[in-house]
């Protein structure tokens, strides 16, 4: 679910981190640029892990700020102009990125027509379509929220429901990184969207199989 990945990536270090020891001032600034962001085919960023490797650090005229560049070796997608430069800085950084199969336990966030929605706090673009709830289910009006619905499994004469008060364990079926759209419409872009199952033994609400 987590794993460290070596980067490299070209950046600027503005002269407000100056005053900063090195490694702490380029940490910093990694910090805003990637943390909390989704990366194709990499993940989402985690936290810094550590920094390899710094070299260069010249300044630019007109720019005022020192250039530092970045390499990845994972899946990161790089442009050309961010390998151009010889003189680079390495760092590790933690990303979350699920394998598919992975079982992983997560809160319900949202239950609709459609299936289920779950979080795990840091990340929320987990769905859980309608087919891969357990069989037989069905959804019913939720008694609390006549807007909202509940999921009932059926099961040798009786109903469990998801109702949010248990985790939710999950097999991840596939996890994708959508086109970022042109024009924003609708909901929220998601860059990363994971698809879960939890049809099959030990899935669902934990109390299910207690």
Same mark, same amino acid.
């Given at each position: 679910m987590f794993y460290l990945s070596l980067i490299e990536h070209k950046m600027l270090l503005p002269p407000r981190l100056l005053n900063l020891p090195l490694q702490d001032a380029i940490k910093e600034e990694l910090q805003n640029i990637f943390l909390d962001k989704v990366i194709s085919?990499?993940?989402l960023c985690i936290s810094i892990y550590d920094i390899r490797k710094i070299d260069g650090g010249f300044i630019s005229p007109g720019? &005022?700020?020192s250039t530092y560049t970045f390499t990845a070796h *994972?899946?990161?997608e790089l442009g050309p102009s961010l390998?151009?430069?010889k003189?680079?800085?390495e760092f590790r950084m933690i990303v979350f990125r699920p394998f598919v199969g992975e079982i992983i336990s997560a809160k319900l966030k949202e239950s609709t027509?459609? &299936?289920?929605?779950?979080?795990l706090g840091f990340f929320? *673009?987990?769905n859980i379509p309608a087919g891969l709830i357990q069989k037989p289910s069905r959804h019913v009006p939720d008694p609390e929220n006549r807007y909202k619905v509940l999921w009932v499994w059926e099961f040798n004469g009786e109903e469990f429901f998801v109702d949010g008060i248990d985790e939710i364990r999950f097999k991840v079926i596939s996890v994708a990184y959508p086109p970022t759209p042109i024009e924003q419409q609708g909901e929220p872009f998601a860059p990363m969207v994971i698809t879960g199952s939890i049809d099959g033994d030990g899935l669902g609400p934990v109390s299910w199989w207690q």
């Amino acid at each position: 679910m987590f794993y460290l990945s070596l980067i490299e990536h070209k950046m600027l270090l503005p002269p407000r981190l100056l005053n900063l020891p090195l490694q702490d001032a380029i940490k910093e600034e990694l910090q805003n640029i990637f943390l909390d962001k989704v990366i194709s085919k990499l993940g989402l960023c985690i936290s810094i892990y550590d920094i390899r490797k710094i070299d260069g650090g010249f300044i630019s005229p007109g720019e &005022g700020a020192s250039t530092y560049t970045f390499t990845a070796h *994972d899946s990161l997608e790089l442009g050309p102009s961010l390998v151009a430069s010889k003189k680079r800085v390495e760092f590790r950084m933690i990303v979350f990125r699920p394998f598919v199969g992975e079982i992983i336990s997560a809160k319900l966030k949202e239950s609709t027509a459609d &299936g289920l929605h779950l979080s795990l706090g840091f990340f929320d *673009d987990i769905n859980i379509p309608a087919g891969l709830i357990q069989k037989p289910s069905r959804h019913v009006p939720d008694p609390e929220n006549r807007y909202k619905v509940l999921w009932v499994w059926e099961f040798n004469g009786e109903e469990f429901f998801v109702d949010g008060i248990d985790e939710i364990r999950f097999k991840v079926i596939s996890v994708a990184y959508p086109p970022t759209p042109i024009e924003q419409q609708g909901e929220p872009f998601a860059p990363m969207v994971i698809t879960g199952s939890i049809d099959g033994d030990g899935l669902g609400p934990v109390s299910w199989w207690q």
